[in-house]
T-cell receptor
Framework: DTGVSQDPRHKITKRGQNVTFRCDPISEHNRLYWYRQTLGQGPEFLTY????????KSRLLSDRFSAERPKGSFSTLEIQRTEQGDSAMYLC???????????FGPGTRLTVL | ELKVEQNPLFLSMQEGKNYTIYCNYSTTSDRLYWYRQDPGKSLESLFVLLSNGAVKQEGRLMASLDTKARLSTLHITAAVHDLSATYFCAEGGSNYKLTFGKGTLLTVNP
């Protein structure tokens, strides 16, 4: 399968714990996006990479959130000291520079108890 | 602040009927996207509309874009049960990041 992949697909954690998610974009896609979707809402933009550079972060991304894309390929999103309000589906998408269409991965569903 | 408003948010249709979902957006963007999401699944790209007057069709779905009115429509023709899903429109902003509407939950009844 050459689509966007995300790992894990589901994560249950206790409040205060740290979690890390991984996204592998479509090969050759140099743009990578993270979105968050809560129940009954559309996805909301969190952050964006072009190659290894993080070019934009949403105000939604508090200091507890950090994202990296160290070699311009896969990306990780870490949430420190999780809170119940962090419970959501975290979606990753990728695209090529100059091409509008973004392809989404299956998402990581986070539940914070 | 970018805003994308969809209506209706809930739509219950009978098979065979036609209907239109409306998407209003707040800026002068000329990039508008439609996605489909099945329960518990990720988003599937349906249409990418890149200019005023753009019209795209795939099967029973047709999408159009009017950048002057800041309006996109998704028209459903002769609905079938398999079209039941949540449909999102999204506006393409700077760096191509997407601003999504709240989605339209479509249920097609036999």
């Amino acid at each position: 399968d050459t689509g966007v992949s995300q790992d894990p697909r589901h994560k249950i954690t206790k409040r205060g714990q740290n979690v890390t998610f991984r996204c592998d974009p479509i090969s050759e896609h140099n743009r990578l996006y993270w979105y968050r979707q809560t129940l009954g809402q559309g996805p909301e933009f969190l952050t964006y990479f072009q190659n290894e550079a993080q070019l934009e972060k949403s105000r939604l991304l508090s200091d507890r959130f950090s994202a990296e894309r160290p070699k311009g390929s896969f990306s990780t999103l870490e949430i420190q000291r999780t809170e119940q309000g962090d419970s959501a589906m975290y979606l990753c998408a990728s695209s090529l520079v100059g091409v509008s269409e973004q392809f989404f991965g299956p998402g990581t569903r986070l539940t914070v108890l | 602040e970018l805003k994308v408003e969809q209506n209706p948010l809930f739509l219950s249709m009978q098979e065979g009927k036609n209907y239109t979902i409306y998407c209003n957006y707040s800026t002068t963007s000329d990039r508008l996207y439609w996605y489909r999401q099945d329960p518990g699944k990720s988003l599937e790209s349906l249409f990418v509309l890149l200019s005023n007057g753009a019209v795209k069709q795939e099967g029973r779905l047709m999408a159009s874009l009017d950048t002057k009115a800041r309006l996109s429509t998704l028209h459903i023709t002769a609905a079938v049960h398999d079209l039941s899903a949540t449909y999102f429109c999204a506006e393409g902003g700077s760096n191509y990041k997407l601003t999504f509407g709240k989605g339209t939950l479509l249920t097609v009844n036999p």
